[in-house]
């Protein structure tokens, strides 16, 4: 079993920053590879941002790319999402999840996830 407990996120206005951590606890986080995703009002959970469990190689969904950084600390078992330059249709709760594929933006293969942190982004 694995634990992820997000926090980090807030209220800020477009433009901004926050970063997101993901605290993991139970089995050896360095043998997971962890995303992120996100869940706006009214619409289905979607990727953001994957890195491998070595911290080697990462992804991301194309609407982030070049505003978000996903990296990770495996002495300290937590995943971070930066987030700049933050647009109101940025606005959702975001989730971490832990994997044992090797690399993977499918939500279905994701087999731990955390409870969520909301991020608002006002305009």
């Known amino acids: 079993q694995v634990q992820l407990v997000e926090s980090g996120g807030g209220l800020v206005q477009a433009g901004g920053s926050l970063r997101l951590s993901c605290a993991a606890s139970?089995?050896?986080?360095?043998?997971?590879?962890m995303g992120w995703f996100r869940q706006a009002p009214g619409k289905e959970r979607e990727f953001v941002a994957f890195i491998s469990w070595s911290g080697s190689r990462t992804y991301y969904t194309g609407s982030v790319k070049g505003r978000f950084t996903i990296s990770r600390d495996n002495t300290k078992n937590t995943v971070y999402l930066q987030m700049n330059s933050l647009k109101p249709e940025d606005t959702a709760v975001y989730y971490c999840?832990?994997?044992?594929?090797?690399?993977?933006?499918?939500?279905?293969?994701?087999?731990?996830w955390g409870q969520g942190t909301q991020v608002t982004v006002s305009s």
């Open positions: 139970g089995r050896t986080f360095s043998s997971y590879a």
């Open positions: 999840a832990a994997t044992t594929s090797r690399a993977t933006m499918t939500e279905l293969e994701y087999e731990y």
